[in-house]
């Protein structure tokens, strides 16, 4: 599928996400490609705090919210549930952000991916629980700033690497697993594509630029997305029939200048003397 | 059908009977037969279920709420720890109004670790919005287990039910337990057609966010459910009954209580061993009386101020403590017996904690204690 040959129609409007909002990009291009026969799976998140206030329903599709430890294992309930009142047809698809995905969320999503259930679980990845105000995840790259790990006199930020969840992921030989970013529509479409064909469970982690809690103008979401992916702070992979393709970055970009447009990086740049 | 059972083999038959579609459930002594007995129904083509085996009982009890959103009839069973751990799961059952019905094996909770059975792990429950009911026997287990999917498939009360059982005295000790036909309980239980679920022709939010303005209200419907669930746990017990020829007092089940002057009030299987000392303190000459509380929530006040009201003394014998204060159900009862114009003395007892066996000399001793009480030494 060609972004041109995207379905008109919304699935997501009259959210309240804030304007540059990566993760309700990802979403919203997530759903024109699973289209109506859909129901969202989500937990206490920005994307519940955005979407589904009472009396508001963002979505056109129905949305079941859980506790936030609990969205794949309410997953296997509605795919059961659905399976067992032939309505199978029913696509389910989990979202969680990389908190409830590689924290809190990584016991039950083993569980359903083992249990090899088909369903999507799309983990929004902005980098760190942005919902309550930017503390670190699991998720969080080395030595970012945030609420939980600040910036000062013998801190330099976040001390531990990212973790490497599209790898524990693949590592329960699911049929499908890929890392995407909304700066790169068309491969995010065709992995959502990818996804839906796949047969039991598929898991895609998209890279979501956050402008508040990364400390940059609203209008550099998508170039921040793709400059990510440039200077190698991200990659583009895909594990299908135990294999793994990575894209290969044509215009690799220096990492000083994915940082240079972040306040959560900007100490980095100013302890190298801007020669990073 | 006339066989012997333990209640969890009860329970596990009255899943089977109840036709319930999704089961999820996660192992733990001493519930796990009840588990392991619905696996093995599945896998001899006996019941036509989805077992979704989880990782935890957070998620066994997440996974039947998907499927009861879904517009499944579902089933979960735990004990103790896992009923613990499912905590933050029980409110968001009870507030989304799915009618989960679980059974739960007591045990005390950790530390010290232990398997054997109390009421700490249900009691401490109490406040989740599920409707509590005790069960005395293997029988009453898979009656009540038939008779709270009605219950919490009403729907006006639409709240998901827990069915207690002690551990181990009940779950793991068989009795001669008749086993209803399924012609009879397929009319006694007609299939759940719920008003809303799933659908993405009505597109509808489940446990959305809520805003000061209307969240109590939606929690004021909770209490109004559990208010309508005392006559609808009364009537389908009553309905129930009139079906199979066994009734279980409904809310509360009341013992020799005519002319007592001492009443002991219980919950669970140590009913059974009360009956026996009651009959024999009985036969001595002593007036005194049995009043087994069958469901903890909604709690059962009227029944209580009328069976009560007329007792000297009351003892009321908890397998629980609320740390702090005394024995959850001591509290209760004394709360309910509030405001009458003449109202008993009330003792709190708290024994067999962590499977402390409660013998008949013990109860007689309570009994004994509740005697020597008497009006002028109040």
């Known amino acids: 599928m060609r972004i041109e040959e995207l379905r008109e129609e919304e699935f997501v409007c009259g959210s309240f996400a804030c304007a540059g909002c990566g993760a309700i990009l990802a979403v919203r291009l997530a759903l024109k490609v699973l289209g109506p026969e859909t129901v969202v799976v989500t937990t206490p998140s920005c994307l519940l705090g955005v979407t589904t206030f009472y009396p508001q329903l963002a979505f056109k599709v129905p949305c079941v919210n859980v506790p936030f430890p609990a969205t794949a294992a309410a997953v296997s309930g509605l795919v059961a549930g659905l399976r067992r009142k032939g309505r199978e047809n029913v696509r389910v698809l989990g979202i969680a952000g990389d908190g409830g995905t590689v924290d809190i969320g990584l016991q039950a999503l083993s569980g359903a991916l083992e249990r090899g259930d088909r369903f999507i679980f799309l983990c929004y990845d902005n980098e760190a629980y942005m919902n309550t105000g930017g503390q670190r995840s699991g998720s969080t790259p080395l030595g970012a700033s945030t609420a939980t790990t600040p910036v000062g006199r013998g801190a330099k930020g976040e001390d531990r690497p990212k973790k490497d969840m599209l790898r524990i992921v693949a590592a329960h030989n699911i049929p499908y697993a890929a890392s995407a970013s909304i700066g790169y529509p068309a491969d995010y479409i065709r992995k959502l594509e990818k996804a839906v064909k796949a047969g039991g469970p598929a898991y895609i982690q998209v890279l979501t630029p956050c402008p508040p809690g990364w400390g940059y103008r609203s209008d550099l979401t998508v170039h921040l997305a793709r400059l990510a992916v440039q200077a190698g702070q991200w990659a583009l992979a895909e594990y299908e029939e135990g294999a793994w393709r990575v894209k290969e970055v044509s215009n690799p970009r220096p990492v000083r200048e994915y940082w240079a447009l972040q306040k959560r990086f900007a100490h980095l740049l100013q302890e190298s003397g801007g020669e990073g | ?378």
Not at chain 2, 45 to 72: F, K, N, P, Q
Not at chain 2, 187 to 214: H, I, K, N, T
Not at chain 2, 235 to 256: K, M, S
Request: hydrophobic share 40%.
């Open chain 2, 1 to 378: 059908m006339r066989d012997y059972r333990n209640a969890n083999e009860a329970v596990a038959l009255a899943v089977r009977l109840a036709r319930v579609e999704v089961v999820a459930a996660y192992p733990i002594t001493p519930q796990t037969a009840i588990v392991e007995e619905i696996a093995g129904q599945i896998a001899r083509g006996e019941l036509d279920a989805e077992y979704i085996r989880v990782e935890s009982e957070h998620s066994a009890l997440a996974a039947c709420y998907g499927a009861a959103v879904a517009g499944a009839r579902v089933f979960t069973a735990t004990s103790s720890q896992g009923l613990a751990y499912m905590y933050e799961m029980l409110h968001y059952a009870s507030g989304s109004r799915v009618p989960v019905v679980m059974a739960v094996v007591n045990r005390g909770l950790a530390a010290p670790w232990t398997i054997w059975t109390d009421h700490q792990d249900s009691v401490s429950c109490r406040d989740t919005g599920w409707i509590q009911l005790y069960v005395e026997t293997a029988q009453e287990a898979l009656d009540t287990a038939l008779q709270a999917y009605r219950i919490a498939e009403h729907g006006e009360v639409l709240t998901p039910v827990m069915v207690c059982l002690d551990g181990f005295v009940l779950s793991h000790t068989e009795e001669v337990v008749e086993i209803p036909r399924q012609e009879e309980v397929d009319s006694f239980l007609p299939p759940y057609r719920p008003a809303y679920y799933v659908d993405p022709e009505r597109p509808a939010v489940f446990a959305p966010g809520m805003g000061p303005d209307l969240y109590p209200s939606y929690k004021r419907s909770q209490q109004l459910a559990m208010e309508k669930a005392r006559e609808v746990i009364k009537a389908v017990d009553e309905e129930f009954g009139a079906l199979f020829g066994r009734r279980y007092g409904g809310l509360a089940e009341p013992y020799r209580c005519e002319g007592a002057k001492a009443v002991l009030v219980t919950l669970g299987s140590v009913t059974s061993t009360a009956r026996e000392v009651v009959d024999r303190l009985r036969q001595q000459g002593h007036a005194v009386g049995l009043l087994r509380l069958r469901a903890l929530r909604p709690f059962p006040a009227q029944e209580i101020r009328e069976i009560l009201g007329g007792a000297e003394v009351v003892a009321v014998l908890d397998r629980n403590c609320s740390f702090g204060l005394e024995g959850a159900v001591c509290t209760e009862v004394k709360a309910a017996l509030y405001g009458l114009a003449r109202q008993p003395q009330v003792l709190g007892f708290i024994r067999g904690l962590g499977g402390q066996d409660i013998s008949q000399a013990d109860i007689e001793e309570i009994f004994q204690h509740a005697l020597s009480f008497s009006p002028g030494r109040r």
